[in-house]
């Protein structure tokens, strides 16, 4: 069934405004069109690729067709959360990287910005956390503002193997079994369907944990729209089914191959020609303080999809930019002088919002001080979109490449499109690049050193490499 009338979801439509991207505007620090027509077949290519491609599991790109799969686990998970509403007082998510950066930004951008700290009443669902580091003192907190008795665990691990979501759950189940709480009525599993150690725990506990699969073919930052992300935004209550709704509508604003018809693959073929032509830092700033942590998921879809040393040729690459995370109007008071006259190394992504939630009048006061007077009778809306036409035009005007996502509306169906533009955008960069943009063999290396430097069997030989020469050890530390 459609979500919404046609009308509503025309008018809540994504568009992406890159004229500050070009010669137009530019002049010689533009793209020309003739720069534009030299991808043309290269976008087409990419564009083909991951249409032929789209939902192999083996390929991990599973996560094209979570917008259309998920009838009975949608179902399954609003069963679930409307369960913990009304079971629990705090929800916590154990996870790190994809399993937990995108439900940290699903909460910031749809729910209260205080969420945690309004009355029960007005929150209507539990105090919200998400656990994503093993910083003894994090853990601590957490334990100091929760009530293990009151709290519902989500661990999320696709592996099970994780080391710092495994310790979070050590320390967690440890809790529970010393309250003697029954641990698989407190946590939930999100995991692999037949592979993974949590796999593992569960078998020992006769199956008794409720589980939700993280698909075989979707990886970590692509699992925002999986039960990855979809339980804890269920539980907080928001519209899940919007979520995915409004990602199957971008799915089908990119069904053409053309870069004027299609948003992502316009952003992949911009950001293309920057790459080449040595820009290698990607801001994206959000004039939004819901959309704030958008900026981190990005950063970790960019950085890890894009940043691999060889393409699919076996030739060595050192492909990707660097993506920088910034917040409007907040940082131009700190990033935006670097980005208006450092080195013309960066390429900026506005998101700007056309209707805040809420509205908030400027009184009229200090008539008397033109610098503040002005301000009175004006609306918050106003000054924040102001000041980010005002610093998009800035950055044009010094030569600055510069484009923007125009957000209506910052809601449920927005966000999917958001979303799957930006994971879009990701692959048919990545297809450009010829590259695997779906593994990411440098952050399994970190992972494999950790276990060596905590004595994990099988890891002897990296220990001793990684405890350095016996010679050396002082020399080059002052
Ligand atoms: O994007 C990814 O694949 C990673 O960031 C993983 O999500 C992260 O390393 C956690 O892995 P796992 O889900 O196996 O615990």
């Given at each position: ?5 046609k ?12 004229n500050?991207?070009?010669s137009?505007?530019l002049?010689?620090?533009?793209i020309?069109?003739a ?22 599991d ?10 259309y ?14 369960a913990?509403r009304?079971?629990?007082?705090y929800?916590v ?19 209260h ?11 209507g669902?539990p ?10 003192v994090?853990?601590?907190a ?21 080391s ?20 698989p ?7 692999d ?10 078998e020992?506990?006769?199956?008794k ?13 692509f ?8 339980l ?14 409004g ?9 053409k191959?053309?870069i ?12 293309y ?27 970790q879809l ?22 920088v995370?910034s ?13 208006i006259?450092?080195?013309y ?7 700007s919002?056309?209707k ?8 009229h006061?200090c008539?008397?001080i ?19 036409k ?14 923007t996502?125009?957000m209506?509306e ?12 930006l ?24 992972k494999?050193?950790t ?10 030989a ?5 405890d ?5 050890q002082?020399k080059?530390?002052?």
């Amino acid at each position: 069934m459609a979500y919404k009338t046609k009308e509503w979801r025309n008018a809540m439509r994504i568009s992406v405004d890159y004229n500050y991207m070009t010669s137009a505007y530019l002049g010689d620090k533009g793209i020309t069109d003739a720069e534009l027509r030299s991808v043309k077949s290269k976008a087409e290519e990419a564009f083909d690729y991951v249409a032929q491609n789209r939902g192999k599991d083996e390929l991990f790109m599973g996560w094209t067709e979570l917008p259309y799969n998920q009838d009975a686990i949608v179902a399954d998970i609003i069963a679930t959360a409307k369960a913990v509403r009304k079971k629990f007082k705090y929800f916590v998510v154990l996870g790190i990287g994809g399993s937990a950066l995108g439900p940290i930004m699903a909460f910031n951008a749809l729910k209260h910005l205080h969420y945690n700290e309004l009355p029960p009443k007005k929150r209507g669902g539990p105090k919200f956390y998400v656990e994503d580091n093993v910083d003894p003192v994090r853990m601590q907190a957490l334990l100091d503002v929760i009530v293990p008795e009151e709290t519902c665990f989500n661990v999320i691990s696709k592996s099970g193997a994780t080391s710092e979501t495994m310790t979070q759950f050590l320390i967690i189940a440890d809790i529970l079994e010393k309250k003697g709480l029954s641990l698989p009525e407190h946590i939930i599993f999100t995991t692999d369907e037949s592979r993974g150690n949590l796999i593992k725990i569960d078998e020992k506990y006769g199956g008794k944990f409720k589980k939700y699969v993280l698909p075989d073919g979707v990886g970590g930052r692509f699992s925002e729209l999986c039960p990855v992300g979809l339980l804890p935004a269920a539980v907080l209550g928001i519209d899940i089914k919007g979520m995915l709704a409004g990602a199957a509508y971008m799915d089908t604003l990119c069904s053409k191959p053309t870069i004027t018809k299609n948003p992502a693959l316009a952003c992949a073929a911009l950001q293309y020609i920057t790459m080449k032509q040595g820009k290698n830092i990607h801001v994206l700033m959000p004039y939004s303080d819901n959309l704030k942590l958008i900026a981190d998921w990005y950063c970790q879809l960019w950085a890890e999809s894009l940043g691999k040393a060889v393409d699919y040729t076996g030739k060595t690459v050192n492909a990707g930019t660097t993506p920088v995370k910034s917040l409007g109007v907040t940082d131009q008071h700190s990033q935006v002088q670097l980005y208006i006259e450092g080195p013309y190394d960066k390429v900026i992504t506005f998101i700007s919002v056309g209707k805040y939630a809420c509205e908030m009048p400027i009184a009229h006061g200090c008539e008397d001080i033109p610098d503040v007077g002005f301000l009175g009778g004006h609306t918050m809306e106003e000054l924040i979109q102001a000041e980010n036409k005002a610093t998009a035009y800035a950055l044009m005007r010094a030569g600055r490449m510069n484009y923007t996502l125009n957000m209506p509306e910052v809601n449920a169906f927005t966000l999917g499109q958001l979303m799957f533009l930006l994971e879009m955008q990701t692959a048919y960069t990545g297809a450009m690049l010829n590259i695997n943009t779906f593994n990411q063999p440098g952050v399994e290396n970190g992972k494999k050193a950790t276990f060596a430097l905590l004595g994990k069997k099988g890891y002897e030989a990296q220990k001793k490499e990684m405890d350095g020469a016996p010679e050396l050890q002082s020399k080059y530390i002052v």
